[in-house]
């Protein structure tokens, strides 16, 4: 496939399929990610995965509760001076989904960068997060 047909069939997923991934195949797309160029050639981050529902549960706790507090109906039915607008629209969809997006995926990975020090000074320190 030719990069530019990668990027342009490139799409969100919001769903998932109930099919078992191996954690081999995991283990594989990071590795490779891991060899993309990065900033000053630093590769100063791990990953923590969470496959378990108990694991997802425990740390997208608040992200339940803001799920499970927030009304479509009643933030689209919000007056306002203007007509609704797309995105708002998309909004009210997504909002109530992003919970259980979260859990219902096989794994969640979330990218951890290691910084010894972080201060005002050299907002440099930050390339390793912008470049996982």
Request: contains cysteine; proline residues 6%; hydrophobic residues 35%.
């Amino acid at each position: 496939m030719e990069f530019y047909e990668v990027i342009n069939k490139r799409r969100t997923t919001r769903e998932f399929l109930d099919k078992e991934v191996d954690f081999e195949t995991i283990k594989k797309i990071l590795d490779a990610g891991n060899k993309a160029p990065t900033w000053n050639h630093n590769r100063n981050w791990s990953y923590i995965i969470l496959k378990t529902d108990e694991e997802k549960e425990y740390a997208f706790e608040y992200a339940k509760k803001i799920a499970d507090k927030f009304d479509s109906e009643k933030y689209l039915n919000i007056p306002r001076p203007y007509p609704i607008t797309l995105g708002q629209k998309m909004y009210a969809y997504a909002m109530p989904r992003q919970y259980t997006m979260l859990k219902n995926a096989p794994y969640v990975i979330i990218p951890v960068f290691k910084c010894k020090e972080l201060d005002d000074k050299y907002v440099s320190r930050l390339n390793p997060f912008s470049t996982i």
